[in-house]
């Protein structure tokens, strides 16, 4: 106890940082992180589906050949244009995995089984090499 009263700064800290490591893996609700290695093979071998939910600025500057854009504001209320695709892996990608993960949950929460936030987001698909479109 004496140790804490007189590092009360340093426990302090170690308090919230340890917060925010778990903070962004409990508001995923669960949603498996996948590297842009694993996305691909989603994509290409089991029919996978990408939900970009960035803005709309975001997604014209530039996005993944074939993603659905849904922007993060507007999933809840638009989930019924996913519906068909409650059996398909979804891979859902913003800027840099944050958004994302938010949108995990989302569909989480409305049924959907197969979902798979993208590490590191479009970041590290295009650092990854691969084709970025802005084609609509």
Known sequence: MEFI???ITWV???IVSG???IFPMLRGAGAAGVSVTEATTLINREDGVVLDV???NEWSAGHIPNARH???GQLAGRLSELEKLKEKPIVVCCASGNRSSSACGVLRKAGFQRVYNLAGG???WSEAGLPVTTKH
């Open 122 to 124: 479009i970041g590290a």
């Open 70 to 72: 849904i922007a993060l």
């Open 12 to 14: 302090m800290l170690a």
């Open 5 to 7: 009263q007189q590092n």
């Open 19 to 21: 917060g925010m490591l």
């Open 54 to 56: 960035r803005e709309i």
